[in-house]
């Protein structure tokens, strides 16, 4: 049992490790904002909740964020940036997660995939709209938008990013299930057994 939890804790480790890594390789795309950024770092964490349970992935979610907003910073001195990663990054994983244990199959996590999109990008639409912006607007002092211009905001840039986001990582994804799809279920199947 100890060595179990030992085995979850350094394979934790390991992927928030290997998550940060990959949230330094991010990349704006043209027309949005520069501050939308896209990253696979959300990957490792669906890794690790595919084979630990939702926790692992919460974990790893959380990691992750620390370690970049310690190593990197934040342009608003709070990492309202990193809230945002780790909210959304939740919002992939955890979805994804729950279909796929209830549809064990590659359609499954197809079908997986695109609700954690969709739940993504809808609800930190919300969460843009309420309060990621108007902290943004607060703490970088940029000029106050109006509820309509928000909502425009939001509409033509926040929306289409997170679901090109969510469509992005789902394709990577997919691929790597195709390759690593029966790695996982052994690991799934030996860490239920306690092995």
Do not use: C
């Not at 990349?27 to 520069?34: G, L, R, T, V």
């Not at 001195?77 to 990663?85: E, L, S, T, W, Y």
């Not at 905001?153 to 997919?174: D, H, T």
């Amino acid at each position: 049992m100890r060595s179990k939890k030992i085995r979850v804790m350094v394979s934790v480790a390991m992927l928030s490790s290997f998550a940060y890594v990959l949230m330094l390789l991010n990349f704006p795309i043209p027309p949005f904002p520069n501050f939308l950024k896209i990253d696979f770092s959300d990957l490792p964490a669906l890794i690790g909740t595919l084979v630990y349970g939702p926790m692992a992935g919460i974990v790893i979610e959380l990691l992750k964020n620390v370690l970049d907003y310690f190593m990197t910073g934040s342009e608003t001195g709070i990492p309202v940036g990193h809230f945002a990663n780790f909210v959304s990054g939740i919002l992939f994983i955890l979805p994804t997660y729950y279909v796929y244990n209830k549809i064990k199959t590659k359609k499954g996590m197809t079908f997986g995939l695109i609700i954690g999109t969709i739940l993504m990008a809808g609800i930190m639409s919300v969460l843009n709209y309420f309060i990621l912006l108007p902290a943004y607007t607060f703490l970088l002092n940029w000029p106050a938008m109006s509820g309509p211009e928000i909502r425009s905001y939001i509409v033509a840039g926040v929306l289409p990013f997170n679901i090109i986001k969510g469509i992005a990582m789902s394709l990577v994804f997919l691929f790597l299930f195709s390759k690593m799809g029966n790695w996982i279920q052994k690991q799934q199947s030996s860490y239920k057994m306690g092995l």
